[in-house]
């Protein structure tokens, strides 16, 4: 039998996708697109002039910004990911 091993951010993930979105909280394909740009990352992803190395990072920044401010923020990710990959 195999053994799998459950750390906290394992059931932190877990309940991030299963838990309803509050008002004011990421989109669930927000969430996971953010999730796969932060994967593995070894060189930061830069948004606001700001380096974030981490999911938990960008997604708490994201948190902190107005509404407005948080799609900016967002979408200056993505331009900087798909940027870097071309």
Same mark, same amino acid.
Request: zero cysteines.
């Given at each position: 039998?195999?053994?799998?091993?459950?750390? %906290? @951010? +394992?059931i932190i @993930?877990? +309940? &991030? &996708? +299963?838990?309803?979105?509050?008002?004011? %909280?990421?989109?669930? /394909?927000?969430?996971?697109?953010?999730?796969?740009? !932060?994967?593995?990352? +070894?060189? /930061?992803?830069?948004? &606001?002039?700001? /380096?974030?190395?981490?999911?938990?990072?960008?997604?708490? !920044?994201?948190?902190?910004? @107005?509404? @407005?401010?948080?799609?900016?923020? !967002?979408?200056?990710?993505?331009?900087?990911?798909? %940027?870097?990959?071309?």
């Amino acid at each position: 039998m195999t053994e799998i091993e459950v750390t %906290d @951010e +394992t059931i932190i @993930e877990a +309940t &991030d &996708d +299963t838990a309803p979105e509050q008002p004011g %909280d990421l989109s669930r /394909p927000q969430k996971r697109l953010l999730k796969r740009l !932060y994967n593995a990352r +070894t060189v /930061p992803v830069v948004a &606001d002039e700001r /380096p974030f190395l981490s999911y938990r990072e960008a997604a708490r !920044y994201l948190l902190s910004l @107005e509404e @407005e401010a948080r799609e900016s923020a !967002y979408a200056q990710m993505k331009a900087h990911v798909r %940027d870097k990959v071309r």
